[in-house]
Every structure is written in structure tokens, then in C-alpha cells.
């Protein structure tokens, strides 16, 4: 009996994207937390320019993070030349506390991270009550 020796099979780059997830890319990984009366949203978003490739907004009460990410690398050699190119776009939704302003929203970017802080207020709630008609 003869021993036959295997090659571990790799799908080409062009296919190998539909078979091993992506870790990296398509999803904004997001962190939140409360430092005393501030919740705080931290967005990784790497090798992004803030004022070109990111925007934020706020909309009845949510956070969006949108970012458009565009990389392309080339490689040239003796053996050829080889250019690849990753695009995409990236969109988070985070919902607020009731009693946060708007214009008390601050954002920074550094290193790579977008930190969102929102001061949080207290919550206005009040009660009205609703008469009931019975027949």
C-alpha cells in the first residue's frame, strides 16, 4: 500500500471571501458605558478620515455612525503585478437616554477610535391621566 501525501486545499483569494468570514471588516464593533453622567460611545474605525469618511447624526432620539471605507493596496514585482481593494460601508444605531439634548453631543477621533459623549439629563416624564368612558 502506497502512502499518498495531500496538499491542504486553499480556495483562491477571489473565492476564499465567501467561505472564511470576515472578522475585520462589514461590522463596526461598538462599546457603551456610563461615566457618571455621560454615556459614552466608543466606534472602532480604523484607518477612516472623521471629517470625509464618517458621519454622525441624531434622529428622534438615536444615534446613527455611518462610515464609508475604501482601501486599496498594490503589490509589484518580478513575478507580476497584483492590485486588491476593499470597500464598504458601515452603519451603527444606537438609541439614546430620554432627557438627552442634542446640542450637548461632543465626538472625537483618535487613533483609529470615535468616541461619542452624551450627557445624559434627567428624563422628563409626566403623567397625564386618561379619563375613561364607559357606556
Do not use: C, Q
Request: proline share 6%; aromatic share 8%.
Amino acid at each position: 500500500m502506497a502512502l499518498v501525501r495531500r496538499e491542504r486545499f486553499e480556495f483562491p483569494d477571489l473565492w476564499r471571501r465567501f467561505f472564511e468570514p470576515d472578522f475585520t471588516g462589514g461590522w463596526m464593533r461598538v462599546e457603551e458605558y456610563v461615566d457618571g453622567e455621560v454615556l459614552v460611545v466608543r466606534a472602532e474605525l480604523p484607518g477612516l478620515d472623521p471629517d470625509k469618511d464618517v458621519e454622525l447624526t441624531i434622529d428622534d432620539g438615536v444615534l446613527h455612525i455611518r462610515a464609508e471605507r475604501e482601501e486599496r493596496t498594490e503589490h509589484k514585482g518580478k513575478e507580476g503585478y497584483r492590485s486588491e481593494f476593499r470597500y464598504g460601508s458601515l452603519e451603527r444605531n444606537i438609541p439614546l437616554p430620554s432627557g438627552t439634548k442634542d446640542e450637548d453631543v461632543k465626538a472625537s477621533y483618535e487613533h483609529g477610535i470615535l468616541e461619542v459623549r452624551v450627557p445624559v439629563g434627567e428624563a422628563k416624564t409626566s403623567t397625564t391621566k386618561v379619563p375613561i368612558r364607559t357606556s
